[in-house]
Nanobody, 119 residues
Framework: VQLVESGGGLVQPGGSLRLSCAAS????????ITWARQAAGKGLEWVSG???????DYADSMKGRFTISRDNAKNMVYLQMNSLNPEDTAVYYC??????????????WGQGTQVTVSS
């Protein structure tokens, strides 16, 4: 199983980024995929997730700003992040939930991609 995140970077407050997660080594179309993040000195925070049927869920602070999507033909999951603020600064990971649902614990996760929101 391999998950590879990309798309992070430095963005100004109010800006946007689109994160990508390339998946391989498992039956992607049957798997829920989730995004989580970890800010420096803080614990892992669940961000969003998408089920195999395309239904989605978001943490309250991300609703209306973030959009998760998937492309089963490409084994890709995306996280479109808009209206970013400095509190969104973190390393973002895509992960496969261990159990039914979208929340931790996770079976697998990638190396992460850094998102920094700063002027």
């Amino acid at each position: 199983v391999q998950l590879v995140e990309s798309g992070g970077g430095l963005v100004q407050p109010g800006g946007s980024l689109r994160l990508s997660c390339a998946a391989s080594g498992f039956t992607f179309s049957s798997s829920a995929i989730t995004w989580a993040r970890q800010a420096a000195g803080k614990g892992l925070e669940w961000v969003s997730g998408i089920y195999s049927d395309g239904s989605t869920d978001y943490a309250d602070s991300m609703k209306g700003r973030f959009t998760i999507s998937r492309d089963n033909a490409k084994n890709m999951v995306y996280l479109q992040m808009n209206s970013l603020n400095p509190e969104d600064t973190a390393v973002y990971y895509c992960a496969i939930p261990k159990y039914d649902g979208l929340r931790p614990p996770y079976d697998y996760w990638g190396q992460g991609t850094q998102v920094t929101v700063s002027s």
